[in-house]
């Protein structure tokens, strides 16, 4: 039988079935909790009442926290001639037209987000099977297909991401690292579950969110009441 250790038993008896009625305080035990010798990742676990297999209850939508994740990312831009100047000079980290397909379908896949303009999405209808399993296939919902290419960048690079309710109905979203104020999670939290509530979709019947919970990569969850945000 394995030995629990004290760290884990100090931050079960904090967390084990408490229900967390006060933003705040949950915050305050979440960052008690995180005690690993690294910056944990936080994340939002958000069960909701929902069944991804029809279209009317589906959620896939972008959002940009205010303090980001306290993670960067690799930009690549698939483009024409044309625009290769405006997505170096706006911060793209890879910038290219057929010869970064050709890299992508030889499996050289060297950044974390892909952008294209409408132009090129054509010739990256082949390479589905390489960057749908990976959810880098841009398109035009995630805001990763796009004509204003400077600020499109300008928007991933502030932190804009992409998230999606998963098989089940429930969303898994960082929203941030253990090393963050309270004040930052607290904010970051609350704007990921407005952006959960304002693209709530059409085919939800009565109660949308079914139960919540936060936590650190290494810690233990901590659920919060659905009405924590009201």
Do not use: W
């Not at 930052?184 to 709530?200: D, G, K, P, W």
């Amino acid at each position: 039988m394995r030995k629990i250790s004290r760290r884990h038993q100090e931050n079960q008896a904090k967390t084990k079935n408490i229900l967390f009625t006060n933003l705040e305080e949950a915050i305050t035990v979440l960052k008690e909790t995180g005690t690993a010798k690294f910056n944990e990742t936080v994340e939002l676990h958000a069960n909701l009442n929902i069944d991804p297999k029809y279209a009317d209850q589906q959620l896939r939508t972008t959002v940009t926290l205010p303090h980001g994740v306290g993670k960067s990312i690799r930009i690549a831009v698939l483009t024409n001639d044309s625009n290769i100047d405006e997505a170096q000079t706006a911060g793209a980290d890879i910038v290219g037209n057929d010869q970064l397909i050709e890299q992508i379908s030889a499996g050289n896949i060297d950044f974390d987000l892909l952008i294209a303009t409408p132009d090129m999405m054509p010739k990256l209808a082949k390479l589905g099977r390489v960057l749908g399993p990976k959810g880098l296939m841009p398109s035009p919902k995630s805001g990763t297909v796009s004509t204003t290419l400077a600020a499109t960048l300008a928007d991933f690079k502030k932190g804009k991401f992409e998230y999606k309710a998963d098989k089940s109905g429930v969303v898994h979203i960082s929203f941030g690292k253990s090393a963050f104020t309270e004040v930052q999670l607290t904010e970051n939290l609350t704007a990921l579950y407005q952006s959960i509530e304002q693209n709530r979709p059409s085919g939800v019947k009565g109660k949308y969110f079914k139960k919540l919970f936060i936590c650190t990569s290494m810690g233990p969850s901590l659920q919060l009441d659905v009405e924590i945000f009201n």
